[in-house]
């Protein structure tokens, strides 16, 4: 092609994708984007990955960018987003790069008001940090670009319209627009965006690389973009507490973040549902700030000052009755070091520097402070208990944690959307080898297949994923494009036959009778193994402990992609 030969939008877009390091597009398409299916599959530079559901392309998506920088999901219209809208929330809510690329009628047929006709920008605008519209063949690149641009700015969704005649419309390339001098945003904006890409490309990354990668954005960085620089050990009182986000929860800063804990003699906790974590015997064992209001109350305590690192004020997730959704009592001075998302190493390292706490992370030992003797201890949930257990035994909640974690290897993606069945998978966790917890921090439901898929093919590591019975149900066609792809993935349901946190909030609220009909699933039971198999995954149940050990080591050596109930005997 000359360089005065025309090219579609759809190519133009694919192209500009390519352009921002996008290697794969989680789609689900339709009619309005057959222009796009067509320059995508052209395209030998970007990778189509098709899913049967728009849940499972937003899930994938978020899952993806968490640990490659900017994911992509490619929709159809107003309805196709509104299939995908639960896990675009969630995307935002765990601070992911994502491009949200929606095919749209041509405006022509938008004048008729044709069936699947929608207000589709309203529709995105609540769940997208940013909305923008390709409406012109000619500047598709500068806007898909800025689309780029904006989610890894502000480390969130961005929702792109792409208009089906524009998409199909040819533009000579000396007609493609470009960008004018100074059209850029300010120095100080790419500033930002260096160091936004930089931290989340630390997600994931070795002690050593981290290191690389901040020493680079620190050199990018301009003194305007600077956080502050942390308080004094004398300012910070005689009980301050140091609370992680994501960003901060690389192994890197976790170590830096425990020195200084020691130094200053904090107590140093995580937040409820981290989207990306380092964990492992080779890290400090830090605990997470519980889900139940009261238990993360009882934690937090009345601390003389709490520093947030990557992470905003924590909050209830519902209201509670006479009860204030902050859960930092209003005495406590609150300071935030790293606002949430921000590159929370570079703040960490400014204050130890601050503090004269060596920053110098080359022998890559574990360092404790006041937190590293109890802290396991502090990590507990309702109704688990600790128990030794023998091959006959049935499973329970801790069973399966302990199983969970145990069969963990060096290197794994471990999801988790067990909900009240993840406590003692998370207290293992611990222990294990160096692994990789994907969180779900913005509280929709059902993502924990789609989070799977999209964290396999990022990393092409092998993934395990412990999800609950209930939220499987909600996107479970991520089981056929793992299938498809014949990914590494190895899935574990923990059947409680039903919806247990609605059981406990209720009987946590004194309601009573507590409903079965409305939190039960057992009448039918689902056949999660015959569901499994009709989507390409091996199934197998597993109804005591020597079964799960079974079949676990067994999952673990084949290489392919698995599914096992974990039947509970007391799923009350």
Not at 8 to 28: C, I, K, P, R, W
Not at 157 to 182: F, K, S, T, W, Y
Not at 199 to 207: I, K, L, P, T, Y
Request: net charge negative; proline share 6%.
């Amino acid at each position: 092609m000359s360089d005065l030969a025309a090219i579609t939008g759809a190519q133009h877009l694919v192209a500009s994708l390519v352009d921002l390091g996008v290697e794969y597009v989680f789609t689900n398409p339709g009619t309005t984007e057959l222009e796009l299916v067509q320059a995508l599959e052209a395209n030998e530079d970007l990778t189509p990955v098709l899913v049967t559901q728009e849940l499972v392309a937003t899930a994938a998506a978020d899952g993806f960018a968490r640990f490659r920088g900017l994911g992509v999901a490619l929709l159809h219209l107003g309805p196709g987003f509104s299939n995908g809208a639960a896990f675009v929330h969630d995307a935002r809510r765990a601070g992911t790069p994502m491009l949200v690329i929606v095919g749209e009628h041509p405006d022509t047929h938008l004048a008729v008001d044709a069936a699947l006709n929608t207000d589709l920008a309203a529709i995105m605008a609540p769940f997208c940090v940013e909305v923008l519209v390709v409406d012109d063949p000619a500047t598709v690149a500068q806007t898909t670009r800025r689309a780029g641009e904006l989610a890894r700015l502000h480390r969130g969704p961005v929702g792109l319209i792409a208009p089906q005649n524009v998409m199909a419309a040819h533009v000579c390339r000396d007609e493609l627009g470009r960008d004018e001098p100074g059209s850029n945003e300010s120095g100080r904006e790419e500033s930002v965006q260096a160091v936004a890409v930089a931290s989340s490309q630390v997600v994931g990354a070795s002690v050593a690389q981290s290191s690389r990668l901040l020493d680079q954005a620190v050199r990018l960085e301009t003194s305007s973009t600077a956080e502050a620089s942390g308080p004094t050990k004398d300012e910070v009182g005689h009980d301050p507490l140091l609370l992680l986000g994501s960003t901060a929860l690389s192994g890197a800063s976790q170590l830096l973040a425990a020195r200084i804990a020691s130094h200053i003699g904090a107590r140093l906790y995580a937040e409820v549902f981290p989207a990306v974590m380092e964990r492992g015997s080779h890290l400090p064992p830090i605990s997470r700030i519980p889900y139940f209001p009261d238990q993360a109350r009882a934690m937090i305590g009345t601390p003389s000052m709490v520093i947030l690192i990557g992470t905003s004020e924590p909050l209830a997730y519902f209201a509670q009755e006479e009860m204030a959704p902050q859960l930092i009592p209003a005495e406590t001075k609150i300071v935030t070091l790293v606002a949430s998302g921000g590159p929370a190493e570079i703040g960490l390292r400014r204050w130890a520097k601050r503090l004269g706490v060596d920053a110098d992370l080359d022998d890559g030992g574990v360092v404790g402070g006041t937190h590293s003797e109890d802290t396991a201890s502090e990590e507990t949930y309702p109704e688990e208990t600790m128990t030794t257990t023998s091959n006959d035994d049935p499973l329970t909640a801790e069973s399966v944690g302990r199983l969970f974690a145990h069969y963990q290897l060096s290197g794994d993606v471990v999801v988790d959307e067990g909900r009240t069945s993840s406590g003692p998978a998370v207290l293992h966790g611990m222990s294990a080898p160096p692994h990789w917890y994907v969180g779900h921090p913005g509280g929709a439901i059902g993502g924990g297949l789609g989070l799977a898929l999209g964290a396999a093919v990022a990393t092409r590591r092998r993934v395990r994923a412990l999800i609950a019975d209930g939220g499987s149900l909600y996107a479970p066609q991520a089981l056929w494009t793992i299938a498809h792809l014949g990914l590494d993935v190895g899935v574990v349901v923990v059947a409680n036959q039903g919806y247990r946190i609605l059981r406990m909030e209720m009987k946590a609220r004194g309601i009573e009778p507590i409903s079965r009909d409305l939190t039960q699933i057992e009448h039918p039971r689902v056949d999660f193994i015959a569901l499994a198999q009709a989507f390409g995954v091996a199934g197998y149940r597993a109804n005591t402990v020597g079964e799960l050990a079974s079949i676990l080591e067994a999952g673990g050596e084949q290489h392919r992609p698995f599914l096992v109930v974990a039947e509970l005997a007391d799923p009350s």
